[in-house]
């Protein structure tokens, strides 16, 4: 036996895949079919919310739509029907990252992770499937946000329970797992968004629903193979929190409002941003009309493209002691984000108003995009749990996925701008919202790297 088998949980099955315990590749091919289904779906919600369902006629349709809607412009105001499927995709949207945290909590304390997540999953599988009818569209989303809240956490958390806390292939399994969630949201657009917008939208949806069936079928038949579940007990006593605890939460919190400005930003590329390609970009390529969904893919490809030179750029500046630390990142991602939005609104400019806009101007925005998401999204969730109290560790990092919740409401929102401003001006003042956070870091920076510094 290896020393790094030696290592791993006592109660975890030996077994081997790539140097890993089995049960690694039960989770992983599990996480790839679900996040197949979630960003399948999620790549055709405003084009079939905005181009059909919510259109006069379709819109009847929709049990419990008028209460429904009433409540929302309640909330948010009146809204055209544009501007209302952009909402409703923020809030479920949001409401995917909040349900984790309680998802969690139930998974933790009383039913179990196994059981949570095959629950989730069979919650999901379900939600897809019935979008097909036009009646259940808000009965699926229910159980597409709850579904997700009971598997999203308690999936993610059974790849550390594989693992003794000491063993150094916990960073590598969790490579392999982030790599699962890059393949299923690469290819879920290519064939989801393909089989939706060309052939019908609820052959999508069924693409989908058959995706998380089989991610649910792989998690069941590794069962034997999986960490087993340990109920926590609530009244687990905890540390008590210090006066430089304290200052650190409220620093953190501060970095948690500039996330929020980044993610309100960043949800757009599934919001507005599509409606955008839809109306304004001529998407022929070599002869063949780019699908809209496709770009979806592209910015998912950008990332994958871009992640190992951000790795090199960083090493190099690391052996100059130049590398810019976690609040340096930030600053520029922030920066590069808002470069991506003047980006769009310079191809409007450009464009002069006449015709549709070149395809490439996307594509590249795509590549901005995604150098500006290696610098944040990562860099952020490292922050918050190398910084966060050890005593409440991981609720800082439920935490930080509040940024996430808030930023999707919150572009959901900004989509009823779309119709009222210029597309140019629509995107500066998306510039202008990221480019917020990265100013306020920039002037910030010393007081925080201070206070976060452990």
């Given at each position: ?138 009965l699926a989303l229910l159980c597409l946000v709850l ?10 958390a059974q790849v550390g329970a594989l693992y003794d ?262 995107w500066t003042l998306h510039a202008a919202i990221v ?20």
């Amino acid at each position: 036996m290896s020393d790094s088998t030696a290592r791993l949980s006592p109660l975890v099955p030996a077994g081997s895949f790539f140097g890993h315990p089995k049960g690694l590749a039960y989770i992983v091919f599990t996480e790839a079919w679900e996040r197949f289904s979630f960003y399948g779906m999620q790549a055709l919600l405003v084009l079939y919310m905005a181009g059909y369902l919510f259109q006069p006629g379709a819109v009847d349709q929709v049990a419990g739509f008028h209460p429904f809607r009433a409540v929302v412009e309640g909330i948010f105001g009146p809204l055209s029907t544009q501007a209302l499927a952009t909402q409703v995709f923020g809030l479920y949207g949001g409401l995917t990252y909040l349900t984790p945290i309680f998802g969690g909590l139930i998974g933790d304390r009383w039913v179990g992770r196994r059981r949570a997540v095959a629950l989730g999953a069979g919650l999901m599988a379900f939600g897809h499937f019935v979008m097909a009818f036009e009646a259940a569209f808000l009965l699926a989303l229910l159980c597409l946000v709850l579904g997700c809240g009971l598997l999203k956490g308690n999936l993610a958390a059974q790849v550390g329970a594989l693992y003794d806390r000491t063993d150094s292939k916990r960073d590598a399994a969790f490579s392999l797992y982030y790599m699962a969630i890059n393949l299923g949201a690469c290819l879920a657009p290519l064939v989801c968004g393909t089989l939706g917008e060309i052939y019908g939208w609820h052959y999508g949806f069924g693409a989908a629903g058959i995706g998380m069936l089989i991610g649910l079928v792989i998690y069941l038949a590794g069962k034997h193979h999986l960490p087993p579940d340990e109920i926590v007990r609530a009244d687990t006593p905890r540390a008590s929190l210090t006066a430089k605890d304290r200052h650190v939460i409220l620093a953190l919190l501060l970095v948690l409002l500039t996330a929020t400005l980044f993610w309100t930003v960043q949800t757009q590329v599934w919001t507005t941003y599509v409606l955008w390609l839809r109306d304004r970009v001529d998407r022929d390529l070599f002869g063949f009309d780019l699908p809209i969904t496709w770009f979806q893919s592209v910015d998912t490809l950008a990332v994958l493209a871009l992640a190992p030179v951000s790795l090199v750029i960083w090493r190099r500046l690391a052996r100059r002691r130049a590398e810019p630390g976690d609040l340096g990142k930030l600053i520029i991602g922030y920066a590069l984000f808002a470069a991506a939005c003047l980006w769009l609104a310079l191809s409007e400019l450009a464009n002069g108003g006449e015709g549709r806009i070149a395809v490439i101007w996307p594509i590249l925005f795509h590549f901005i995009c995604a150098s500006g998401y290696l610098h944040v999204a990562p860099i952020a969730l490292a922050l918050f749990t190398r910084s966060g109290p050890p005593s409440i560790n991981a609720m800082m990092v439920g935490v930080y996925y509040l940024s996430i919740f808030g930023g999707s409401i919150a572009s959901g929102w900004l989509g009823r701008f779309y119709e009222a401003m210029s597309p140019a001006g629509f995107w500066t003042l998306h510039a202008a919202i990221v480019g917020a956070g990265s100013v306020t870091i920039l002037l910030l920076k010393r007081p925080l790297g201070r206070v976060l510094a452990r």
